[in-house]
């Protein structure tokens, strides 16, 4: 099966192509993380560099459990190296070995190795660790497919760019679900197998006291409850109230690991006036729409929730810092910063062809005194572009690349 183009990942690991850096790519299980590899090796192979240049090892494959002992591991590598030529190292979900960054340390101070490596946890890359390696390591965290990527992929197939639309958020973009076709039985047995998978091994596995239906309704709060402000003594309270007898830090436990396994992501509250970051009240986004049915059972998510959480995704995947923003009793969407901390404000709406519901979405940016740019992204194919200086965007523009 013809790989799935992930350009934006791949254009990242050549920006780094024999640098004195460990490049570390995180991401949730089955998202592409390996596929990302691949066709960086690709890139790699057609600037010449020869099949003894290039070292991939993935741990989840028993052949290579013996290199799961650091010192194996170390020692098979540097008898990989030959001639003094660089050698391309790629190891993947390297959480497997224990003492891994001690091995990946010491490469690092190898001439002629450069290395790759992949994790599903967030803990793979824990303080200690982190310190360990700091200044010696850039990380990118890759997302399921844009859907810039997934219209890329299936634009030919005769459907309009709004029925592929409906598709991706009905049934997610983990690369995986494009090996069947789309809405069959096969496609949602394969989305069920990943989140099952997800669900025994990089959650109730990594904690042992772990409650399999607990953790559910905890997923189903936050699913249900996307683009919500969200308190652990909130959804402790729900859960107590609908007889669940649960603690605060239990539940607190289980959010700080459903964000280690990348399943959901969370949004800080800044408050704009005041200039600080708000403590304990955030929202929450999941990582893949394709999950959303066997988190909520009968329950559906509405198009707005599901739109905001899309341009959250988009928002990171474009290496945006994203928060949410109060103002004054009001709320921003987001509010978002670049590397060079440009700030810019966003509104998400799926209409804003109502005029109540235009004012509603504009009143925010009136509170806000700065100059910054100010953005309201809509579904709407027709509107007025610029209202006293907030530009209005097209969603599906934006999503498929449109600059902000």
Known sequence: MKLIERNEYVAWLKSYKDKPLIKVVTGLRRVGKSTIFDLYIQELKKEGISDEQILKINFEDLDNEPLRDKRALYSH??????DGKTLYVFLDEIQRVDGFEEVVDSLFIKENIDVYITGSNAKFLSSEIATLLTGRYVEINVLPLSFKEYYAHFKDNGKSKRNLFTDYITY????????????TAQQREYIESVYKTILEKDILKRNSAASKQLVENILSYLVYNIGCLTTTKRITDTLN???????????????????????????????????????LINKYYITD?????????????????????????????RRFKVATGKVA?????????????????????VTVMDEDKLKQELRPFYEINDNYPKYIITLDDYFVKDHDGVITINALDFLLGQEI
């Open 241 to 279: 109230s609908n007889g669940t007898k649960v603690s605060y830090n239990t539940v607190d436990s289980y959010f700080e690991t459903l964000q280690d396994c990348f399943f959901v992501y969370k949004a800080d509250r800044y408050d704009v006036v005041g200039k600080e970051y708000l403590k």
């Open 329 to 349: 009793e009001k709320e921003v969407d987001f509010i978002i910063k670049d590397n060079s901390d440009r700030v810019q404000y966003i509104q998400v709406a």
């Open 289 to 317: 729409f394709g999950f959303k049915y066997y988190i909520l059972n009968n329950k559906t998510i509405e198009l707005p929730q599901i739109l905001e959480n899309l341009i959250f995704l988009e928002l990171k995947r």
């Open 77 to 82: 590598i540097i008898a990989s190296a030959k």
């Open 172 to 183: 997610g973009a983990l690369p995986g679900i494009f090996m069947f076709e789309t809405g």
